[in-house]
């Protein structure tokens, strides 16, 4: 076996924070400025969100990507006429499947999970829910949470996130994106400012979750209002839902080094650029299932029995679906063509070894 590449595909989560991102902080670290917001870092962040989309959005900065989800959606359900209305989501989206119960938990509302073999909402799946529409005895659709790119690495085109905007908007619901990974689908569906604003502020997404710590920051994200009136009070919902800053400046900071010259795109397209190499490597070897090559930073093989273990031994990834072997292979934005390539010699050398032990 060749030398391992440690946890190189593990998840984008397990890399660093780039370079820039650390200068940036450093140099944020200088003296004392005013908590909560009230400094420079943070109105260049703000300033640079209102930049980035060409409109007059309002940026509110949080710890990470659950909270992020759990302010965005607060602050649409406050500007909704009561709590009693629900979440459309799929039975993939993170909210339903890997946030512990979050929303049920602090918003204290329903999750309508629509099957989706794609991961991707439908006009056709959120009119589905007009039955439950004015009877008292079901709870009202009001939100309508998609991810771009979901948790399946698929993506959304900018047509498609329109058709699913204008129905919502037709039912009178309002439209929220889980944006972890914005980097990659931005990066995938043409790479810059323009792209991002075609599937976003211009398909009609009233809301995001703008995702930093996938894509080179140490831990930063933000909701941003693409409709400054739903922006009303998200002041207060940060705080509530424990995720206003103190030290703004160090989370206001990274995103700053992440904006300034489309970095942030340029490490997504890296990180896409790297699943695609690997997946193009791999794809050959016997007993490999890949599928076709991938939208964005995400694989999701199947191996052969007795594979799976034999290969996390040597360098770590995580499961996808056990029961049919599945596994997930995520590269990041510091993964290298070395990195690539010793991953894909290790596969092929535990597919001659078990083709040996035959």
């Known amino acids: 076996?060749?030398?391992?590449?440690?946890?190189?595909?593990?998840?984008?989560?397990?890399?660093?924070?780039?370079?820039?991102?650390?200068?940036?902080v450093i140099a944020a670290n200088a003296g004392h400025v005013l908590a909560y917001g009230a400094d420079d870092h943070t109105q260049e962040c703000e300033a640079r969100f209102r930049d980035l989309f060409g409109a007059d959005v309002t940026t509110r900065v949080c710890f990470n990507g659950t909270g992020a989800n759990i302010a965005a959606l607060a602050t649409l359900m406050g500007t909704l006429t009561g709590p009693h209305h629900a979440i459309v989501c799929t039975n993939w989206s993170h909210i339903a499947a890997d946030e512990t119960g979050a929303p049920e938990r602090?918003?204290?509302?329903?999750?309508?999970?629509?099957?989706?073999?794609?991961?991707?909402?439908?006009?056709?799946?959120?009119?589905?829910?007009?039955?439950?529409?004015?009877?008292?005895?079901?709870?009202?659709?009001?939100?309508?949470?998609?991810?771009?790119?979901?948790?399946?690495?698929?993506?959304?085109?900018?047509?498609?996130?329109?058709?699913?905007?204008?129905?919502?908007?037709?039912?009178?619901?309002?439209?929220h994106l889980d944006g972890a990974r914005i980097a990659n689908a931005t990066a995938a569906l043409g790479g810059d400012r323009t792209t991002l604003r075609s599937f976003t502020i211009d398909a009609g997404v009233d809301v995001i979750s703008f995702g930093g710590t996938k894509n080179g920051a140490f831990g930063a994200e933000a909701v941003v209002f693409l409709?400054?009136?739903?922006?009303?009070?998200?002041?207060?919902?940060?705080?509530?839902?424990?995720?206003?800053?103190s030290k703004m400046?160090?989370?206001?900071?990274?995103?700053?080094?992440?904006?300034?010259d489309e970095l942030w795109i340029e490490l997504g397209r890296h990180s896409n650029k790297m699943a695609t190499n690997l997946h193009h490597l791999v794809a050959e070897i016997p007993g490999v299932e890949l599928g076709t090559p991938p939208e964005v930073n995400s694989?999701?093989?199947?191996?052969?029995?007795?594979?799976?273990?034999?290969?996390?031994?040597?360098?770590?990834?995580?499961?996808?679906?056990?029961?049919?072997?599945?596994?997930?292979?995520?590269?990041?934005?510091?993964?290298?063509?070395?990195?690539?390539?010793?991953?894909?010699?290790?596969?092929?050398?535990?597919?001659?070894?078990?083709?040996?032990?035959?």
């Open 299 to 358: 694989l999701f093989p199947r191996l052969p029995h007795g594979w799976i273990e034999l290969l996390r031994d040597w360098c770590f990834f995580w499961d996808w679906d056990v029961t049919v072997q599945q596994v997930r292979w995520m590269t990041a934005w510091d993964t290298t063509e070395r990195d690539v390539k010793r991953f894909a010699s290790g596969v092929r050398a535990i597919s001659g070894s078990a083709d040996s032990d035959r």
């Open 249 to 260: 400046r160090y989370l206001s900071a990274q995103f700053n080094a992440l904006l300034h």
């Open 227 to 245: 409709d400054p009136m739903l922006a009303t009070g998200s002041e207060y919902v940060r705080k509530q839902v424990t995720q206003l800053p």
């Open 1 to 24: 076996m060749p030398p391992a590449p440690d946890r190189a595909f593990a998840s984008d989560n397990a890399a660093g924070a780039h370079p820039a991102v650390v200068e940036a």
């Open 106 to 175: 602090t918003l204290g509302t329903k999750l309508i999970e629509l099957p989706s073999p794609d991961a991707k909402i439908t006009p056709e799946m959120v009119e589905s829910t007009g039955h439950l529409q004015g009877v008292q005895h079901h709870v009202q659709p009001g939100i309508v949470s998609l991810t771009q790119p979901t948790e399946l690495g698929t993506l959304y085109t900018p047509a498609e996130i329109a058709a699913v905007c204008d129905a919502a908007h037709r039912m009178g619901m309002l439209v």
